[in-house]
């Protein structure tokens, strides 16, 4: 995947952690986790973004690890909204699905980055 195609995976994720938290219930509890998911979300692509323009292989891992730590910090918080009762499961399959898939691919980028610098 290049380096295009993963910022509009993770731009395409970010609008749909927008769509997801525009629908969840009011309350405080959906608002209270929404805004936690919204943050870590868009977090996500917008830090990948950075990491592209990283000056160093340093730099590059340092943001890329902020990526990780979003799209895994997003996981939780629909993990939450799953187990609270709040949203079912299935809804949330496929998005969950696609963090995950962003997570692996961020956590491979870091592990190759970090090789490349000990060679």
Do not use: H
Request: glycine fraction near 6%; include cysteine; hydrophobic fraction near 40%.
């Amino acid at each position: 995947m290049t380096p295009e195609e993963l910022k509009k995976r993770t731009k395409d994720f970010a609008l749909r952690i927008i769509r997801l938290v525009e629908s969840l219930p009011k309350g405080k509890t959906g608002e209270v986790i929404g805004r936690q998911l919204i943050r870590s979300g868009t977090s996500v692509g917008a830090n990948y973004r950075s990491a592209c323009r990283a000056r160093s292989s340093a730099d590059f891992i340092s943001k890329m690890t902020i990526v990780e730590e979003e799209a895994d910090e997003s996981i939780y918080w629909m993990e939450l909204l799953i187990e609270s009762g709040i949203l079912e499961r299935q809804r949330l399959k496929d998005i969950v699905t696609e963090a995950n898939e962003i997570l692996a691919i961020m956590v491979c980028s870091i592990n190759t980055a970090r090789k490349g610098r000990r060679s």
